[in-house]
DNA sequence: GATTTATCGATAACGATATATCGAAAGGAA
DNA sequence: TTCCTTTCGATATATCGTTATCGATAAATC
């Protein structure tokens, strides 16, 4: 999870190219499966809904080498560069509080490995369900969050409890130690500087598409 | 879910402001039962993060009445304001395909209610699900999309399968008729014009986390 | 080897979004 | 009533991300 790109630096890469990134990887694993060697940035273009020049500018900013004129990037340095700067050659391990619906999924969820994630503890309040196993990851007592993040030197956590308890849960995720927080209860968080958090708010993103509904259907 | 707001005509509202309605309304909400009648936009954007500009800005948008000057926007009006922009008072219907992990968690979950959004049935290709019920929900085999959206007369979906199968139920879904789609598939997916779609796609969001993280660990 | 052409990379233009600034309006205090 | 202060709303400015343009490069072809 942690990046070690070589070539950028403390610079920083914008979110919008880094959200991009995952999709780029997953094309050209496609491509290199199939035997590719070379793809255009045209080509990267046209599966994903970006433009050309996009891509080549997202590109340059990972891509240890140049794409070649007339022939394109080179599918495998190019998986092997991006990989390494979205750490996924890293996998680092997780943590997540509140196993309701969406946490005893993600739990479930193998698919976390793929990219660089891998959670390995759940944490709940309700005694019935601490010290069960979901997947094979045990379930824990919201009292043993911090010993187990300064044992298993863990940065990141997920919360998946209902809002109320998100704050809550959030200051012991701090305390315990935790530098990173991906957040699906919808409410926004404080954390101290150096906290890191990322909203997964469905009810913006169903806002948005609602909203999008709505032109559409009306403009006819 | 259909916007029938009073003041923002054809106009269409950027999908950045649209996305902070839902925590514009959250926070108004809280403050009403506290029995507060004026909020100033300074102090909504304390709440959230962002400024007391673009509070005005975003609620200029939708607020049938303008705020006043050394009292702020009127609490309740204003939350009548945007559940109606949102058509928070007009529930609508949707459907899910793909009954795996997140999908019962959807299923399942009845927050959504709040959001406007009422999933009413999951629909999957494993016989051993079809015919069972998650939540009260019948799941339903795919063949039946067609009639059920014809016949309930639904506008939104929900693809919940493995990237694999996405664009086919996706192909389903058009269709039968269904106007817009909340992809939970990472992979891009084509559509005929006046379908929208919507991707939540957790690998660049976790890029993203991941991204900042590493900012913030290799910054000291 | 010369020519053609697909493709890149850099720079500049554009568009959308967020911020800063400032005058105007209206409640509250003198 | 008059003045002061808060807060709004409008306009202008800045920032960020995307797109357009164009010369340069190198593979492919003749």
Same mark, same amino acid.
């Not at 140049?66 to 495998?76: C, I, K, Q, Y």
């Given at each position: #999870?942690?990046?070690?790109?070589?070539?950028?630096?403390?610079?920083?890469?914008?979110?919008?190219?880094?959200?991009?990134?995952?999709?780029?990887?997953?094309?050209?694993?496609?491509?290199?499966?199939?035997?590719?060697?070379?793809?255009?940035?045209?080509?990267?273009?046209?599966? #994903?809904?970006?433009?050309? /020049?996009?891509?080549?500018?997202?590109?340059?900013?990972?891509?240890?080498?140049?794409?070649?004129?007339? $022939?394109?990037?080179?599918?495998?340095? $190019?998986?092997?560069?991006?990989?390494?700067?979205?750490?996924?050659?890293?996998?680092?391990?997780?943590?997540?509080?509140? /196993?309701?619906?969406? +946490?005893?999924?993600?739990?479930?969820?193998?698919?976390?490995?793929?990219?660089?994630?891998?959670?390995?503890?759940?944490?709940?309040?309700?005694?019935?369900?601490?010290?069960?196993?979901?997947?094979?990851?045990?379930?824990?007592?919201?009292?043993? !969050?911090?010993?187990? /993040?300064?044992?298993?030197?863990?940065?990141?956590?997920?919360?998946?409890?209902?809002? +109320?308890?998100?704050?809550?849960?959030?200051?012991? #995720?701090?305390?315990? +130690?935790?530098?990173?927080?991906?957040?699906?209860?919808?409410?926004?968080?404080? /954390?101290?500087?150096?906290?890191?958090?990322?909203?997964?708010?469905?009810?913006?993103?169903?806002? #948005? $598409?609602?909203?999008? !509904?709505?032109?559409?259907?009306?403009?006819?």
């Amino acid at each position: #999870m942690i990046h070690r790109s070589p070539n950028h630096e403390e610079a920083g890469v914008s979110k919008a190219t880094l959200s991009r990134m995952p999709a780029y990887l997953r094309y050209l694993k496609e491509e290199s499966v199939k035997g590719v060697e070379y793809v255009a940035s045209a080509a990267i273009a046209k599966d #994903m809904a970006v433009s050309a /020049v996009l891509v080549r500018k997202d590109l340059a900013l990972v891509s240890s080498v140049a794409g070649r004129p007339r $022939l394109g990037f080179e599918v495998n340095g $190019l998986i092997a560069d991006i990989e390494k700067f979205l750490g996924y050659d890293n996998v680092s391990d997780a943590l997540i509080v509140g /196993v309701g619906g969406l +946490g005893r999924a993600f739990l479930g969820y193998e698919g976390f490995k793929n990219y660089g994630l891998n959670i390995v503890a759940g944490f709940d309040v309700d005694p019935r369900l601490v010290g069960t196993k979901i997947a094979k990851k045990p379930i824990l007592p919201l009292d043993e !969050l911090t010993n187990f /993040v300064r044992q298993r030197n863990i940065n990141i956590g997920i919360i998946t409890v209902p809002k +109320g308890a998100a704050q809550g849960v959030c200051d012991r #995720m701090v305390e315990a +130690g935790l530098k990173a927080i991906w957040n699906f209860a919808s409410v926004k968080l404080s /954390v101290p500087n150096g906290v890191i958090v990322r909203y997964e708010d469905l009810a913006a993103s169903l806002a #948005m $598409l609602s909203g999008e !509904l709505f032109n559409v259907l009306d403009k006819k």
